[in-house]
């Protein structure tokens, strides 16, 4: 059993930075693959970025490329979600997720494990 624990969430202005945090705790962390998704109300949960259990390859939905940085320490069970020149449109709950069957994946139904979200709010 995996728990993820996401923090760092918060309400900022159009154009700043924040950085999210998914802390895990159970099975050899860098076992996993994970992913970050987001969610509005009445959407469905969508991809943002995925890193592979090394942490050698990164993956990024195209409205978040070139904005956004996925990253994880190993050591300290925890994958990092870095957001900068954030937009109103990315004001959403963010969740951070894991999979163990695959090295990374964009589709929700292939990650076992989820945080409870963080929000992330952006005002214009």
């Known amino acids: 059993q995996v728990q993820l624990v996401e923090s760092g969430g918060g309400l900022v202005q159009a154009g700043d930075s924040l950085s999210l945090s998914c802390v895990a705790s159970?099975?050899?962390?860098?076992?996993?693959?994970m992913g970050w998704f987001r969610q509005v109300p009445g959407k469905e949960r969508e991809f943002v970025a995925s890193?592979?259990?090394?942490?050698?390859?990164?993956y990024y939905d195209d409205s978040v490329k070139g904005r956004f940085t996925i990253s994880r320490d190993n050591a300290k069970n925890t994958v990092y979600l870095q957001m900068k020149d954030l937009k109103p449109e990315d004001t959403a709950v963010y969740y951070c997720?894991?999979?163990?069957?695959?090295?990374?994946?964009?589709?929700?139904?292939?990650?076992?494990?989820w945080g409870q979200g963080t929000q992330v709010t952006v005002s214009s």
């Open positions: 997720a894991g999979n163990s069957a695959y090295s990374w994946s964009i589709s929700r139904e292939q990650y076992s494990y």
């Open positions: 159970g099975r050899p962390f860098s076992k996993y693959g």
């Open positions: 890193i592979t259990g090394s942490g050698l390859s990164t």
